[in-house]
């Protein structure tokens, strides 16, 4: 019995049919690239003109709003930083949400682990006062917590304000992790169990690792909404000492009346969105890796 072999085609000689776009398809295509173009538009504009003018003095922004600065006004972020006390209010801001961060991660994934991968009563009940903590608007919560905190000696206080914001944050990080500790394979779990692995090992040491895409992605998340937050600081922290950046910026904008300083104010308000930025621009990978995943899933 004889064979024939044939040649091996290459790459470019594979004839490829893609499916010819419609009419319909190629105008929501075009309706969804301008819709994006406008919402970036949208974005950006306001940023960069923030950017602009805080590089202005108080003068050239009131006379040419829009224009690009003379001379650029790099005292501004130095009175910023100084005069504004924006570097004090800094120092607790991350100190506030650096620690509330890293409790709420911790508690959160070994919670949604827990609930996630083991059965035992009152499982159900407990997911679901997480799940009714995410529908629950925090302005209803605020004076409870105010005289809870008041009766523990916390009110006014940076623990007081972490243990809050660990609160505030944890029903959401139990909901969205809860999924990927769902979805990972039991067989890795029973495999890690025959190598004499413990709870804790096998939790620390391969369950987390595993889940890694949706840690990111919910520190993120958290990371954006505890160092946006101002209802709370507002209500549950009065002393000026201990002012985070969102309470600094309001007390800026609003002692001075009709002495502002413009261009110290707008570097205040690029200090405090710029680590927001970075944060977002380094993880951003992480971040539509795990979206991806999720949606595949």
């Known amino acids: 019995m004889s064979t024939s072999l044939q040649a091996p085609v290459a790459v470019d000689e594979i004839d490829v049919h893609h499916p010819r776009s419609s009419t319909g398809d190629k105008a929501v295509s075009t309706t969804a690239h301008v819709l994006l173009i406008v919402w970036a538009v949208i974005v950006i504009l306001p940023l960069l003109w923030t ?10 922004i009131f006379s040419s709003p829009f224009g690009l600065p003379k001379t650029i006004q790099w005292i501004n972020f130095k009175n910023a930083w100084t005069t504004a006390q924006i570097g004090d209010f800094f120092l607790n801001t991350i100190v506030v949400v650096f620690s509330a961060l890293i409790i709420v991660m911790v508690l959160g994934a070994m919670s949604a682990y827990v609930l996630a991968r083991y059965r035992f009563h009152g499982n159900k009940l407990i997911y679901t006062l997480f799940l009714a903590g995410n529908t629950f608007p925090i302005f209803l919560a605020v004076v409870p917590l105010f005289f809870t905190l008041k009766n523990m000696g916390l009110l006014n206080t940076i623990p007081g304000l972490i243990i809050t914001y660990v609160a505030f944050a ?5 909901f969205f992790l809860y999924a990927f500790f769902k979805t990972l394979p039991f067989e890795i779990y029973e495999a890690a169990q025959i190598d004499g692995a413990g709870e804790w090992r096998t939790f620390f040491s391969v369950m987390l690792p595993m889940a890694k895409p949706g840690f990111a992605s919910v520190a993120i998340f958290n990371f954006l909404g505890l160092w946006n937050q101002y209802l709370i600081p507002v209500a549950l922290n009065t002393r000026t000492d201990n002012y985070v950046l969102s309470q600094g910026l309001a007390a800026f904008a609003s002692r001075t009346n009709y002495e502002v300083d413009y261009g110290a104010l707008f570097a205040a308000v690029v200090l405090t969105v710029l680590p927001v930025l970075i944060v977002y621009v380094i993880f951003q990978r992480q971040l539509q890796g795990s979206v991806s995943q999720g949606t595949m899933k």
Request: aromatic residues 6%.
């Open 51 to 60: 950017i602009l003018t805080s590089l202005k003095t108080t003068s050239e």
């Open 170 to 174: 944890l029903p959401f990080t139990v």
